[in-house]
């Protein structure tokens, strides 16, 4: 079974930035099409950004330009570069397969990201 381990969050001034980790168990991280999700306060979880197996990427239209996800098969790791901060961001985020309908996907307990104005 994956287990999958966010850490990195953190409180941050608006305009700052931070880097988000996930690390992944399991031997087949390398043909998975991986994920950053969030959850704001009070809202539903959404897609931030995704990394096909061949590094193709892919953003949320409220991110891009700020944000940079990759991946390093190596070390079993997909990154969240953040950069410009807003108090948006706020949020819970998660990463995960890449999936249109995340219903039936387990999920970490996330790495919290508090942007303050």
């Known amino acids: 079974q994956v287990r999958l381990v966010e850490s990195g969050g953190g409180l941050v001034e608006a305009g700052g930035s931070l880097r988000l980790s996930c690390a992944i168990s399991?031997?087949?991280?390398?043909?998975?099409?991986m994920a950053w999700y969030r959850q704001p306060p009070g809202k539903q979880r959404e897609l931030v950004a995704g990394?096909?197996?061949?590094?193709?990427?892919k953003y949320a239209d409220f991110v891009k330009g700020r944000f940079t996800i990759s991946r390093s098969n190596a070390k079993k790791t997909v990154y969240l570069q953040m950069d410009s901060l807003k108090p948006e961001d706020t949020a819970v985020y998660y990463c995960?397969?890449?999936?249109?309908?995340?219903?039936?996907?387990?999920w970490g307990q996330g790495t919290q990201v508090i942007v303050s104005s």
């Open positions: 995960n397969f890449d999936r249109s309908d995340t219903s039936n996907l387990s």
């Open positions: 399991g031997s087949l991280f390398g043909i998975f099409d």
């Open positions: 990394i096909s197996s061949a590094s193709r990427t």
